[in-house]
Nanobody
Framework: VQLVESGGGLVQPGGSLRLSCAASGRIYSDYAMSWVRQAPGKGPELVSSFGSGRGGTHYEDSVKGRFTMSADSAKNIIYLQMNSLEHEDKAVYYC????????????????????????WGQGTLVIVSS
């Protein structure tokens, strides 16, 4: 499976972007999916995840109410709708997926590290600036 992100760019504070992550294979029903971001000079941060042991869709506190993760199972695309963008949202955003069998019997709740996932995209840059 290859993951290709798109949709990043320059946006003013308060603006919106929709990131897409196209998967080359079917990933919806058997995988947990995440969006992870890495801001300049900082470590990776889990933004949102679906299918982990948390159940439902998890969002990092700073993006709750502003970001929405969704997926189109027919097209094998994962989305991240980002509204009310803030300067602090500037980062490279990566999508990542992991087969649920990898954490069978383990209450994995999503993570920010590349080695926790089976597949990791190349990233798309989001810049929030006036």
């Amino acid at each position: 499976v290859q993951l290709v992100e798109s949709g990043g760019g320059l946006v003013q504070p308060g603006g919106s972007l929709r990131l897409s992550c196209a998967a080359s294979g079917r990933i919806y029903s058997d995988y947990a999916m995440s969006w992870v971001r890495q801001a300049p000079g900082k470590g990776p941060e889990l933004v949102s995840s679906f299918g982990s042991g948390r159940g439902g869709t998890h969002y990092e506190d700073s993006v709750k109410g502003r970001f929405t993760m969704s997926a189109d199972s027919a097209k094998n695309i994962i989305y991240l709708q980002m509204n009310s963008l803030e300067h602090e949202d500037k980062a490279v955003y990566y999508c990542a997926v992991v087969h649920l069998g990898r954490y069978h019997g383990i209450n994995w709740v999503g993570g920010s590290q590349k080695d926790e996932y089976d597949y990791w995209g190349q990233g798309t840059l989001v810049i929030v600036s006036s």
